[in-house]
């Protein structure tokens, strides 16, 4: 492995025509080193405007060492940031909030705004969940997304803090649907509406997501014999022009499981019944042990199974922000038109 400061150096120095690219597009948040692909496996290093956010994931970083690379970093980008550094190497990767060393000042632990393709989007260091607000090698799909929703009905589903829908709100969707089970992740989805006046207003729906997206797709919704089912919202179903799938890796809840490794079928299919027949469904699996090519066959059967022939298949990578020695980033998007 490479010392932490020449491979920093180096990343930085590689990402230069990629960040005078990402500027002038209106955004200033992106990956400034991905240490698993970069010489230092476990650490993050992510600019959200006007914050730097350190993240470590096996061992705790030296405070002299972070703060090294906290000023080659300022360095390199020509402008002074608010440093928050996570230590997510402890049990249950939570962060460590115990050392009073690593506590960032309280400017950079304020609300602040970062920008992605000319957007607003809300960036807070700490916040009562462990992953940042904004996933950053979703940009790509976010751009294309905005660039593809001129006058669509939009459903963004496992919608998180409403990336995806405010791309397509940008793009000037007739309708942006955000679904999400968790109300504070959607508190911050409405926050985001909120730090973009100019766009017409996005709708958000609290639910699980089988019972909501089963309606949409006209499905029936199953019970387990002796389990009486939570309350849920009642749907209407309906298509969207436009649908995006990006889940959790794995979660459980009353109504089923989401397992990206065992079972993609059973979210895949009902978002693809809920997708117009001439529509657009980006379907994503951000699982690193599901390679590409396998999962992609997967998502052609079931369309295949179900009647839905495609007219065409693209796949989105993320950009050289993230990259991938061997060709394979864990997240994997591809869009689907049917
Ligand atoms: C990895 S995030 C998805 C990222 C998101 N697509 C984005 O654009 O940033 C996972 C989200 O899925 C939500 N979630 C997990 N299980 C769910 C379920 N069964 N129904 C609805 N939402 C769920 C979580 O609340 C969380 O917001």
Known sequence: MLPLDQALRAALAQRAPLLATLHAQGTNCYRLFHGSQEGAGGLTVDRYG??????????????????????????????PLQLVYNDRSQGNSR??????????????????IGQEWGLNYRVRGRHAGQDPLLFLDLRNARGWVKAH????????LFAYTCGVGLAAAAGGA?????????????AVGRENGALNPELAPMQFIQSDYFPAIRQFAGLPIAQ??????????????RSFDLVFLDPPAWAKSAFGTVDLLRDYQSLLKPAILATAEDGVLICCNNLAKVALA????????????????????????PADDFPSQDGQPPLKTLILQF
């Open 95 to 112: 962060i460590d909030r115990s050392d009073p060393v690593y506590q960032a000042e309280d400017a950079a632990l304020a609300d602040l």
């Open 50 to 79: 006007p914050q730097l956010l350190v993240q470590s994931f096996h061992q705790t970083l030296p405070r002299d060492a972070l703060l090294h690379l906290a000023s080659l970093c300022e360095e390199a980008l020509g402008t």
């Open 174 to 186: 007739r309708e942006v649907v955000n679904l999400d089970f968790a109300e504070g992740n959607l």
């Open 149 to 156: 929703s001129a006058g669509k009905s939009v459903l963004n």
């Open 224 to 237: 387990r014999r002796g389990h009486k089912l939570p309350p849920y919202p009642r749907l209407a179903a």
């Open 294 to 317: 396998p999962w992609r066959e997967q998502v052609l059967r079931c369309a295949e199974k179900i009647g839905r022939p495609l007219r065409d298949c693209q796949v989105l990578a």
